[in-house]
Each structure stands twice: as C-alpha cells, then as structure tokens.
C-alpha cells in the first residue's frame, strides 16, 4: 500500500494546474517593525499580530508608489505562517500581490512576490505606525478610507 504525500501547508496553490505553486511559508518582521507592532496594539485594542499586518499590507499596496527601503533585515522573533498571516484570504492577497509585481514590472516568481510582500508589510507597518493621531480601532478603519 502506498501512501499518497500531499504538500506541505506551507505552499500555496495558486490557482489551476497551469500555473506554479508558490510557497510563502513564514512571513517575518523586522525588529523596527515589531516594536511598531507593539505600539500598534497597545494603541489600537487589536490583539493580534496578524490582524495588524493585513491592515498594514492593504494601505501599502494601496499606494501607488514603489517603497523606498527594497531590502528589509527579518531580524526579530516575530513570525508567522502564511496561513495564519492571511487567515482565509490567502488566494486574495496571493494575488493582490502577484498584481502589484506586475504593476512593479518584477517576475512572478516566488522570490519576487516574498520580497514584494515583505517590503510591503514593513511599508504599511511604518504607515500605521507614523501616525499619532491612531488610537483605536474606529481610528484604524478611517484609515481604509483616506
């Protein structure tokens, strides 16, 4: 009896038999970053790290323009799968990241779209974290809006 081996939950199918199979296994953060997360949540109420880095990621890619910081140091404790990253939206921001990679004029492939994500998150992180007037999670989804 043979035993059929399904992948490993870390990689992603993207879609049809046509196309790869990417694996974003662990997303990771910065040191700057988490101490940005922590203020973030002491601030806002939200308790997870998770909840805070979709948010982060939307208003990155969002913006229109390229990041200024293209190499991020991944140095903290602070990581989590993908599953848990993006919660039962993973195939949207697949492929919200997978767009913002075309639009950026980088390949499809898997090392590009890891780096777009990590330099996204960190972007939208630095976002949420610049801005003072952020006390709650009201204040938070205003920001979705302007």
């Known amino acids: 009896m043979t035993t059929q081996r399904s992948p490993p939950p870390s990689r992603l ?8 199979r990417m694996s974003l296994e662990t997303v990771r953060l910065s040191q700057t970053a988490k ?5 973030l949540k002491r ?8 909840e805070l880095c979709r948010w982060a990621l939307a208003l990155s890619l969002r913006d229109s323009s390229t990041p200024l910081v293209r190499e991020v140091t ?11 990253f993006s919660h039962p939206y993973g195939d949207i921001y697949l492929a919200l ?4 990679c ?7 492939s898997d090392e590009a779209i890891s780096k777009t ?3 996204h998150l960190h972007r939208g992180i630095g976002f949420l974290a610049g801005r ?3 006390r709650s999670v009201e204040q938070l989804v205003s920001t979705a809006t302007g």
Do not use: A, F, Y
Request: aromatic letters at 6%; a negative charge.
């Open 132 to 134: 003072s007037d952020l």
């Open 74 to 84: 991944t140095d903290s404790n602070v990581e989590m799968s993908w599953k848990t």
């Open 43 to 50: 601030n806002t109420g939200l308790t997870q790290w998770n």
């Open 35 to 39: 101490e940005q997360l922590i203020w």
């Open 97 to 100: 990241l997978k767009q913002r």
């Open 13 to 20: 199918d993207t879609g049809g038999p046509q196309e790869s």
């Open 117 to 119: 994500l990590t330099v």
């Open 102 to 108: 075309l639009m950026d004029g980088e390949e499809l």
